[in-house]
């Protein structure tokens, strides 16, 4: 597509509920991340893919939060038993190799 | 590891002043820098970049950045500033050595024109 989609852009879910998060990066991108965005806590790295694989999951939070990306192209990123402090916007990004990481609209989850 | 502060969450000025955004990084290899603007409920939007080469970078809208190793330092100015600057700005490091790797933000710095 013409730049990075994201999906949902907005969802409120209950404290307790698990939510899945969608990311379609540029055609052709190989490089995939996901940052998550709080108020007052900037921009933080959760994790990078290249190509289906993770060679950087440092930033996952906790083991409540997973990521798979398949066929090279759309990742998910999952989150089990959603706490409030989970409330964020999550942003995905792609790139080629080597090349300008593009930045999508943004999730923005609440949990209630 | 590598880290990014931006000194000042808040910057405020007059339509037609200068805009600097300050910007100091730490890295152990070779950084590439960036500066990303953020407009309200918006994403992220590159102005400019260093990899290699010519320290003083252009980027979009008229914004300006200037690579300095000895100083560890990318600050972000703008001669004269538009009402439509008023935005948040991250400033960015990735490692050098290894394209495609993951960019370490600062914490944002809001900038706000006034008229």
């Known amino acids: 597509g013409a730049g990075v989609s994201q999906s949902p852009s907005n969802k409120v879910t209950e404290k307790g509920k698990d939510v899945e998060l969608r990311c379609d990066p540029i055609?052709?991108?190989?490089?995939l991340y996901w940052y998550r965005q709080s108020l007052g806590q900037g921009l933080e790295f959760l994790i990078y893919?290249?190509?289906?694989?993770?060679?950087?999951k440092s930033g996952l939070p906790s083991d409540r939060f997973s990521a798979e990306r398949t066929g090279g192209s759309v990742s998910t990123l999952t989150i089990q038993r959603t706490q409030q402090e989970d409330s964020a916007v999550y942003l995905c990004?792609?790139?080629?190799?080597?090349?300008?990481?593009?930045f999508g609209e943004g999730s923005w989850l609440t949990v209630v | 590891a590598q880290s990014v502060t931006q000194l000042g969450s808040h910057v405020s000025v007059s339509e037609g002043a200068l805009v600097l955004l300050r910007c100091n990084y730490s890295s152990s290899v070779p950084p590439y820098l960036f500066w990303y603007v953020q407009y309200p409920n918006q994403g992220l939007q590159l102005l400019l970049k260093y990899t290699t080469g010519a320290t003083l970078v252009k980027g979009i809208n008229g914004f300006e950045a200037e690579f300095k190793k000895s100083e560890t330092s990318f600050h972000l100015t703008k001669p004269s500033a538009h009402m439509s600057d008023a935005a948040e700005y991250f400033c960015a490091v990735s490692d050098g050595n290894q394209a495609g790797t993951a960019l370490i933000f600062g914490k944002g710095t809001t900038l706000s024109v006034s008229s």
């Open positions: 990004a792609s790139s080629s190799q080597g090349g300008t990481i593009y």
């Open positions: 055609s052709g991108h190989t490089a």
């Open positions: 893919f290249q190509g289906n694989s993770a060679p950087d």
